[in-house]
């Protein structure tokens, strides 16, 4: 990972300048705007109360899709807007962002047309290559399980797959390398306007330290904490339907493609996305409690309305779940019963001057969100164009041994990442900057004093670090056990 910077430098840096924009929350979209501010020239800084990404933006389900399922409910205009994005980052970050088949299966002959109806507007949208159907005769000589659930065929085309974790560090090291300072574990509390300025009081979790950042425009990117009655800061910008969405991560041989398949019990599709040599399902989509907006946890409950969906198409998943966790959709409140109905739209607001709030929308179109949002920065103090589009990569391309046989995290990630990954915890790099205990949360627990040992040096961490690292990483990631 090049360039992050040092956390010590970036807090010296916070407290000596004045910004042209200071973000609060490090997650796709808090970078997607930094990067934006960057872009156009602004002295720009980003501050993250946890981890960066630690959020929603490390839980999604890896998608960078049009979303057929909003077309089917008619929303063409997000649609088209979503396929242009798709597009932008298969171009701007290739070794992120890579094309994932989607394969259909058709139900009945009716369904077939639907489906068919549906996929000939996607192509014409721009979703390309155009769709294909395949005869049930040639899936069941390949794959008799899928051709079980395919009694007419299956239709299959294309979306993208990104490791959003990594999309999130990649948007902030081009921030950083333009310019932009980044500091995680730094919470903003609160603001107050000062002349032509506001002033933001931002609390150092680490050290405990307090200190103010003055800035010309402050634009919150909190994602579903808007509204957590909990929050230090006052962000009730935004009217939110939080909805919490699970994912299981089964320990099977995934097929080359996304296989989407419905719910027995409420007929709503879900994805089984090859990840790491294992298969992503889900999701699930349920109103989420102010309680789990902060520390969102799968129930069992939701784990088995996943495995009842896949059984089918993996018949010994109830045996392969290796991991399991939740994420938090922030979706902008538009009224109806339940959330599964609601617009991914964004909105951003202007609470008060000098102060935008930016929340909705899905991380395939942060950046359509941040040039908006920047767009409205530039009414505000300035007109400013963007000189260039900054190419995105892969901040920590794998090298080295395997950390574990059964997944593709290498040692060269592990230790690429303590250098230059502004790492202050064990968890900060397995978690979110190396992304293994998403998948093996059982390896982290076993390992996890040996990979500690290896940053160590790096770190600068003695004996009695590296054993509290130990215990605290093991306690998390027992949380991303199945239930
Ligand atoms: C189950 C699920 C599946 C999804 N699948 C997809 C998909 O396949 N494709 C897709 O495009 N989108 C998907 N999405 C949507 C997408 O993940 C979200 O829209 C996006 O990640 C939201 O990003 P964000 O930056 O707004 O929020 P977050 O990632 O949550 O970032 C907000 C950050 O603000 C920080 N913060 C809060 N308060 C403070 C404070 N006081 N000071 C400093 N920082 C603070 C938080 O710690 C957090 O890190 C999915 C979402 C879910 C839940």
Known sequence: MSGLGRR??????????????????????????????????????????????????????????????????????IVRDALRERANL?????????????????????HRLAVRATLTLYDRLGS????????????????????SLA???????????????????????AAVERGAIVANHIAALRRRRWGDRVRTALRDERGGATIEVEARCVVVAVGAHFGDARADFDWRAMALRPAKGIHAVLRVTPRDANVLIRSPRDGRYLNTLPWHGHVLAGTT??????????????????????LDAVRPLYP?????????????????NAGGATTVGLSREDEIASPEPGVLAVAGGKMTTYQAMARRTMD????????????????????????????????????????????DGMVETLDDLLTQRVGITLVAPDAVREHARDWAKVVAPILGWDESRVARETEDVRTRAARFAPP
């Open 8 to 77: 010590g430098d970036a807090l010296a840096g916070l407290s000596e300048r004045s910004f042209d924009v200071l973000v609060v929350g490090g997650g796709i979209v808090g970078a997607g705007v930094l990067l934006e501010a960057t872009l156009r020239g602004y002295r720009a800084a980003l501050v993250e109360r946890n981890d960066f990404a630690s959020g929603t933006s490390s839980r999604s389900s890896k998608l960078v899709h049009g979303g057929l399922r909003y077309l089917a409910r008619g929303e063409v205009g």
């Open 90 to 110: 298969l171009r701007r970050a290739p070794s992120l962002v890579r094309p994932m088949p989607h394969v259909f299966p058709l139900r009945s002959q009716v």
């Open 128 to 147: 390309q290559p155009a769709h294909t159907l395949v005869s049930r005769d040639e899936i069941a000589a390949r794959d008799p399980d899928l051709a």
């Open 151 to 173: 009694p007419f065929g299956a239709a299959r085309y294309h979306e993208a797959q990104a490791d959003d974790t990594r999309l999130v560090f990649a948007t902030l090291v």
């Open 285 to 306: 989509d349920t109103p989420a409690s102010r309680e789990e907006i902060d520390d969102p946890r799968p129930s069992a409950e939701d784990v088995a309305y996943v």
């Open 316 to 332: 010994d998943s109830d045996k392969r779940v290796r991991a399991a966790w939740a994420g938090i959709r922030p979706l902008i």
């Open 376 to 419: 409205l920065v530039d009414r505000n103090i300035g007109r400013r164009r963007a000189s260039e589009e900054a190419p995105l990569d892969d901040p920590l391309p794998p090298s080295g041994k395997r950390l574990v046989s059964d997944a593709p995290f290498t040692r060269g990630e592990l230790e690429a990442a303590a250098r």
